[in-house]
């Protein structure tokens, strides 16, 4: 029994406040049956909306924190596979489901475009608003003396009068799909990737050091794979496209930019400032590093590939100021490095942890080097490897949450659903490579047989680990040939083996506490042996 004293000092909340609660709940109630019933059934041509509690806020937190959890919950809630709708920091976000629908999203770029995300993410990595309005103005408004306008690309070679974003794209495209230039390219790379891979050249920032304890071996060493991929990847196509001189005038950069690209999510999620201090201030010293190597003159860095002298040219003859410049190249440089290095990661994670498997890509590899000593031959590489093509397809499947994102500029229809002026549209990949329709019961499990078994699997529909439509990956072809030249170069110089964990092998899962929008990293790092290979 309760004290009746006690009882009598319980101070009940006013009436006033009962009330004010009660119209709250009424109001809220009334609010859902409207926005989640009613309104649907009135507009049955509109995406429908996933049912959510909170006005306003809609599915904000839980998209920026896991995407795939929101999205999977969208899907199962309404169980068909039309688009549907959620509501991210006020914004209509369409999802879709349906191969076709996003064939046709990638079609209709009258109405639906991604200059609204490329402002949103430039934004978050810090260019100024001007520059971002100037990027997609037309040249001509802004490139006016005599001089500059004899020099600029922008408007020498640009018979459509792009804004500099779209003529960007064609000149990416052009650079790096063209067979003679990428070659180069790949052969420039080939050369750094020998000599990082050098046993004298190993680097100490992935290597671990050998505990007191542990018995001296001959010739072999231990390296953290997750930083041995990151450090090998972005060192190779740093040299390569900037040349040495990057290192020479700051030979931080290649720390700071890996320092800044580990936390870039917190960046391009836009968390606020007191949560991603240290990955701006990261990103700002591998900017400063830019910054000051594109402050030499042209014949102090011959070196530096085309691709990114234009951009370069480009931006300063509209007159951006160099250091959004140099902050523009830390973002293309991010765009070339993020995804490849955990790829490469993943790729040598399974095969370490499957030895037959592993056996296998290493005959077929050595099947690309004529003599102990010769150079890989690419063509082999590329077309006589079929386990290497496997298990590189079959982790382009499962761990790249990269998505299309578009957003309409005017109405359009997509796969029979209405899609207004400023809604965003956002197609999942990962959804799609997971499916069993496409990929099997088994789709869910990574297994690089499938695409020995099914030999055009990777050209199924709804297999688009670089996107597609007019934002394909430009680098696709690059990115593909370096990971295997990787591959190739790590599996002819080094046996590798796991270094023993307690509680024995266990191959990393993905990271879910860290969203990605490409792709994914582990949430725990593999430790390897190496030890030079008797040829
Ligand atoms: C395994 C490595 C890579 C993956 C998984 C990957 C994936 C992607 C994806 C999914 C997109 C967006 C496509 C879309 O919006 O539809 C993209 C865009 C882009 N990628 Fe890659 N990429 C990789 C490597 C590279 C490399 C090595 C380069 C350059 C050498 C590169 C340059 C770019 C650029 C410049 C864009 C922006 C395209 C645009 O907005 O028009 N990527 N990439």
């Not at 990962?430 to 055009?456: M, T, V, W, Y």
Request: aromatic share 12%; proline share 7%.
């Amino acid at each position: 029994m309760l004290d009746s004293a006690f009882v009598s000092q319980i101070v009940l909340p006013h009436p006033i406040l009962w009330a004010v609660a009660a119209a709250l709940c009424l109001a809220l109630l009334i609010w859902r049956v409207w926005t989640f019933i009613i309104i649907p059934a009135l507009r049955p041509d509109e995406p429908k909306l996933l049912p959510y509690w909170i006005p306003f806020l809609g599915h904000t937190w839980a998209f920026f924190r896991n995407p795939e959890k929101l999205i999977n919950n969208g899907f199962h809630y309404f169980g068909s596979n039309k688009p549907f709708a959620l509501t991210v920091a006020g914004k209509r976000t369409v999802i879709l489901r349906n191969v076709q629908d996003v064939a046709s999203v990638w079609r209709n770029t009258q109405a639906l475009t991604i200059d609204g995300f490329v402002v949103e993410a430039l934004g978050a990595f810090g260019i100024t608003k001007p520059t971002l309005k100037k990027i997609f103005t037309d040249p001509r408004d802004l490139i006016k003396d005599d001089e500059s306008q004899a020099r600029s690309l922008l408007i020498r070679e640009n018979p459509q009068k792009k804004g500099y974003m779209d003529w960007e794209r064609d000149f990416f495209t052009a650079q790096l799909l063209e067979p003679d230039r990428l070659r180069k390219l790949l052969d420039k790379y080939l050369s750094h990737l020998q000599e990082v891979l050098a046993w004298d050249n190993l680097s100490p920032s992935y290597v671990v050091p050998r505990s007191s304890s542990e018995p001296p071996r001959d010739k072999s060493t231990t390296v953290s794979l997750q930083v041995f991929c990151r450090y090998t990847v972005s060192y190779c196509s740093t040299v390569t496209f900037f040349g040495p001189k990057l290192q020479q005038v700051a030979p931080q950069f290649l720390q700071d930019y890996q320092d800044f690209e580990r936390l870039s999510w917190k960046v391009f999620y836009r968390l606020p400032a007191f949560l991603a201090r240290s990955s701006h201030a990261a990103k700002e010293k591998a900017i400063d590093g830019l910054e000051k190597y594109l402050s030499l003159g042209e014949e102090e860095r011959p070196e530096l590939e085309t691709i990114f002298q234009a951009i370069n040219n480009e931006l300063t003859h509209l007159g951006v100021g160099r250091r959004d410049v140099a902050a523009f190249i830390v973002v293309i440089i991010w765009a070339i490095n993020n995804n490849a290095h955990k790829v490469a990661f993943w790729i040598f994670a399974h095969m370490l942890h499957d030895p037959a498997y592993l056996n296998a890509v290493c005959r077929e590899i050595d099947g690309a080097y004529a003599t102990p000593d010769a150079e890989p031959d690419m063509n082999v590489l590329l077309t006589a490897c079929p386990h290497l093509d496997a298990i590189w397809y079959e982790t382009m499947r499962v761990y790249n949450a990269t998505s299309a994102i578009r957003h309409a500029k005017t109405d359009c229809i997509i796969g029979d659903k209405r899609i207004r002026v400023g809604d965003q549209i956002v197609a999942p990949f990962r959804q799609f490579h997971l499916n069993r329709e496409i990929f099997g019961a088994d789709a869910g499990s990574f297994r690089p047989e499938r695409f020995l078994e099914n030999k055009g699997l990777h050209r199924a529909k709804g297999y688009s680990p670089f996107g597609g439509g007019y934002t394909y990956c430009p680098g696709r072809l690059f990115a593909q040939r370096e990971i295997y030249l990787f591959v190739a170069e790590t599996l002819r110089r080094f046996d590798l083996e796991l270094v023993p964990r307690p509680g024995g092998p266990r191959m990393p899962q993905v990271d879910e506490r860290i969203p990605s929008p490409a792709a994914m990293g582990p949430d725990e790092d593999v430790l390897v042996r190496l030890t030079p290979r008797a040829h």
